[in-house]
Nanobody, 118 residues
Framework: QVQLVESGGGLVQAGGSLRLSCAAS????????MGWYRQAPGKQRELVAT???????NYGDSVKGRFTNSRDNAKNTVYLQMNSLNSEDTAVYCC????????????WGQGTQVTVSS
């Protein structure tokens, strides 16, 4: 059983910052990528950022230069520092963790709401 517990979402004014955290626990082995996706009402889910086990990071085009994805392998935790937030960033943010003993599975968090007021 794998659990992903997210925290840090909430309401923020445009131009502000938030930091999301996601801690993985349970029977998860060989964690590879960790990261975040988001989905706004009426829109498709989109990549925010992922960070591989080597530290390589991929960012979605809409967040490049504003968001920073990082991870603490000792804590099995991934972070998302979000700066210069705008109303387009309003969405449910879900963390993902890829891992597994022999095959790789993608585990999803339950999601945390981020609302940016203008």
């Amino acid at each position: 059983q794998v659990q992903l517990v997210e925290s840090g979402g909430g309401l923020v004014q445009a131009g502000g910052s938030l930091r999301l955290s996601c801690a993985a626990s349970g029977s998860i082995f060989n964690i590879r990528a960790m990261g975040w996706y988001r989905q706004a009402p009426g829109k498709q889910r989109e990549l925010v950022a992922t960070i591989g086990s080597t530290g390589k990071i991929n960012y979605g085009d809409s967040v490049k230069g504003r968001f920073t994805n990082s991870r603490d392998n000792a804590k099995n935790t991934v972070y998302l520092q979000m700066n210069s937030l705008n109303s387009e960033d309003t969405a449910v943010y879900c963390c993902i963790v890829d891992g597994g003993r022999t095959a790789t599975f993608r585990y999803w968090g339950q999601g945390t709401q981020v609302t940016v007021s203008s």
